[in-house]
T-cell receptor, first 113, second 109 residues
Framework: DAGVIQSPRHEVTEMGQEVTLRCKPI?????LFWYRQTMMRGLELLIY????????DSGMPEDRFSAKMPNASFSTLKIQPSEPRDSAVYFC???????????FGQGTRLTVV | QKEVEQNSGPLSVPEGAIASLNCTYS??????FFWYRQYSGKSPELIMF????GDKEDGRFTAQLNKASQYVSLLIRDSQPSDSATYLC?????????FGTGTRLQVTL
């Protein structure tokens, strides 16, 4: 298996633009997590899905952020409109179920100017 | 209070020494614990997991769990320069994983 695949690896966008980050989890994994990492706050859980259903989105910063998982092999995290404070590395991770080890993608480095 | 707390470091140890990384957690519902290693600019990778009280050894790594004290630690024996990274402590409940902010380890020559 190729592991968790994220795209794009790097994204530079202007403030106010819509940004869409994509993730393909490991085949057979039922849980998918979106994390954001910054120097100041470390790794923060934004949202996680179990069997394609959002279970906990309490980490989503505000209404500008939305996430979907239309099927077991694909998820998106959308920011609209983007702001400079959204600049961070966004990781997607998947696991067989919520409390076992999660495997991370390579991350998307987002820069909003 | 953060759910999983770690000293941010840096923790500096000489090559060949034992590095001791510590973590405390507040959620008594946490049932599983993990240590991830993250090199600069890379994604976190799992190096150890522990579910039961006591010690668990894997090569140069030993994870220790004390649920009564809500304390988790990672010992790295014979530290190598390649061990220099940020180590993330993770607590898992039935519904999610919670990451600490990490301890930066520097192994000096």
């Amino acid at each position: 298996d190729a592991g968790v695949i994220q795209s794009p690896r790097h994204e530079v966008t202007e403030m106010g633009q819509e940004v869409t980050l994509r993730c393909k989890p490991i085949s057979g994994h039922n849980s998918l997590f979106w994390y954001r990492q910054t120097m100041m706050r470390g790794l923060e859980l934004l949202i996680y899905f179990n069997n394609n259903v959002p279970i906990d989105d309490s980490g989503m910063p505000e209404d500008r952020f939305s996430a979907k998982m239309p099927n077991a092999s694909f998820s998106t995290l959308k920011i609209q409109p983007s702001e400079p404070r959204d600049s961070a590395v966004y990781f997607c991770a998947s696991s067989l179920r919520p409390r076992v080890e999660a495997f991370f993608g390579q991350g998307t480095r987002l820069t909003v100017v | 209070q953060k759910e999983v707390e770690q000293n941010s470091g840096p923790l500096s140890v000489p090559e060949g020494a034992i590095a001791s990384l510590n973590c405390t957690y507040s959620d008594r519902g946490s049932q599983s614990f993990f240590w991830y290693r993250q090199y600069s600019g890379k994604s976190p990778e799992l190096i150890m997991f522990i579910y039961s009280n006591g010690d668990k050894e894997d090569g140069r790594f030993t994870a220790q769990l004390n649920k009564a004290s809500q304390y988790v630690s990672l010992l790295i024996r014979d530290s190598q320069p390649s061990d220099s990274a940020t180590y993330l402590c993770v607590g898992g409940t039935a519904s999610k994983l919670t990451f600490g902010t990490g301890t930066r380890l520097q192994v000096t020559l």
